[in-house]
C-alpha cells in the first residue's frame, strides 16, 4: 500500500510501494496555490501506486505543473515518460546533461541492464522517451520559482555526474535525491548509493562540503524520508562513501575479482546492520535501495577509471 504523509506546510511525500517494500522509493510533493511539483516521481513499476497516493491527497493529476528530477536513474525517473500520459500540463526539470538521455534513453537502458540484467522489466518495467516539448534543462545557480517556493538549483556530482539538489533556503528543506546516501527508517544506518557507471569519490566528497555549508535544517533523502541534524551525518555518510573506497581498493590490490569483492561488502556491512537493529526485512529493503553487486561495480569501475596507478 501506497502512503502519503504531510511533513511540513506544502510538502507531501508518498511511499511508493517498491517489489512490495514500503519506504524504499518515494516522490516529494510540493503544493502551492496554483502550481504543484513532483519530486523523483519514479520508474513506471510504480507509477499506479503513485496515481493512487495523490488521488487519496486529493491531487488531480491533471493540474500537476512541474516534475524536478535529482537525477536520470530508473528509480527516480524511468516513469516518467509514461506518466506523462497522466499529467500533460506538467514540465519536466532535468540537468541539461541528462537531458539527452530522456529524450532518448536507448544508453540508459543499457547501462542499467549491465547492472540489473535479467530482472529490468520486473524491477523498472517500460521506460518511454520523453518529448523534446516537456523537457526544461537546469543548471547549478538556477532558481525555481515553483508551488510558492524559491528553489535553489545545486550541481551536486559524486553519485551521477548529472546530479542536482534542490534547496528551499526559507524552509531550510533540502532534497537531496542520492547525493546524501541511503538511510531507511527505523535504522541508523547510512550507506553508500554507488552505481557504475560514473561514481567519483573527490567529486561527491566536494559535493558533501557543499551541503553542509547550506546548512539545511532537514535532508529530504530519496531512500528514504527526511534526516535531521544534517551536518554530523553528512560526515558519517562520508566516512562511509570512503571506508567502502578503501575495503575495494584493497581488495582489488589483493587481486580480488568482483564476485569475491561483494562477499567482502556483504561480510563487512550485515553485522553492523544487524547490530543496529535491522532485521530480514531491513536487509532486502537496503537492497532494493541500493544493492551490494551495484556498490561494488561502481566503487570497481572508480578505481579503475580515476586511479589506475593505485592499481599496478
Ligand atoms: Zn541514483
Excluded at 204 to 212: C, G, Q, R
Aim: net charge negative; aromatic share 8%; no cysteine.
Amino acid at each position: 500500500m501506497a502512503t502519503v504523509s504531510k511533513h511540513s506546510p506544502g510538502l507531501w511525500h508518498i511511499s511508493l510501494p517498491f517489489q512490495g517494500e514500503p519506504e524504499v522509493i518515494g516522490t516529494y510533493v510540493l503544493a502551492g496555490k496554483d502550481e504543484i511539483a513532483l519530486i523523483d516521481p519514479g520508474p513506471e513499476t510504480t507509477i499506479e501506486a503513485l496515481l493512487a497516493s495523490l488521488q487519496e491527497a486529493e491531487f488531480n493529476p491533471q493540474t500537476i505543473t512541474h516534475i524536478l528530477l535529482t537525477h536520470i536513474h530508473l528509480d527516480h525517473a524511468g516513469g516518467v515518460g509514461t506518466l506523462l500520459h497522466h499529467m500533460p500540463n506538467a514540465k519536466v526539470y532535468v540537468y541539461s546533461k541528462g537531458a539527452p538521455h530522456l529524450k532518448d534513453p536507448t544508453k540508459l537502458i543499457t547501462s542499467a541492464s549491465r547492472v540489473y540484467k535479467e530482472r529490468m522489466q520486473e524491477l523498472w518495467g517500460n521506460v518511454e522517451a520523453v518529448p523534446a516539448a516537456n523537457i526544461q534543462t537546469i543548471d547549478g545557480g538556477d532558481i525555481l520559482n515553483v508551488a510558492g517556493r524559491r528553489l535553489e538549483v545545486h550541481y551536486t556530482p559524486g553519485h551521477a555526474s548529472h546530479h542536482v539538489v534542490f534547496y528551499d533556503v526559507h524552509a531550510g528543506e533540502l532534497f537531496a535525491g542520492d547525493a546524501a546516501g541511503v538511510h531507511l527508517p527505523g535504522i541508523d544506518y547510512v550507506r553508500p548509493p554507488t552505481p557504475p557507471p560514473d561514481v567519483d569519490i573527490e567529486a561527491w566528497s566536494a559535493t558533501i562540503d557543499l551541503l553542509k555549508k547550506l546548512r539545511p535544517d532537514v535532508l529530504y533523502l530519496a531512500h528514504f524520508g527526511p534526516v535531521r541534524n544534517t551536518i554530523p551525518y553528512l560526515e558519517r555518510f562520508r566516512a562511509q562513501l570512503f571506508a567502502w573506497g578503501d575495503i575495494v581498493l584493497e581488495a582489488l590490490q589483493a587481486g580480488k575479482n568482483e564476485e569475491e569483492i561483494i562477499q567482502i561488502l556483504i561480510d563487512k556491512t550485515e553485522p553492523e546492520l544487524k547490530r543496529k537493529g535491522a532485521d530480514a526485512e531491513a536487509f532486502k529493503r537496503y537492497d532494493l535501495a541500493t544493492n551490494y553487486p551495484m556498490t561494488a561495480q561502481g566503487y570497481i569501475r572508480y578505481w579503475q577509471k580515476k586511479h589506475p596507478e593505485r592499481l599496478s
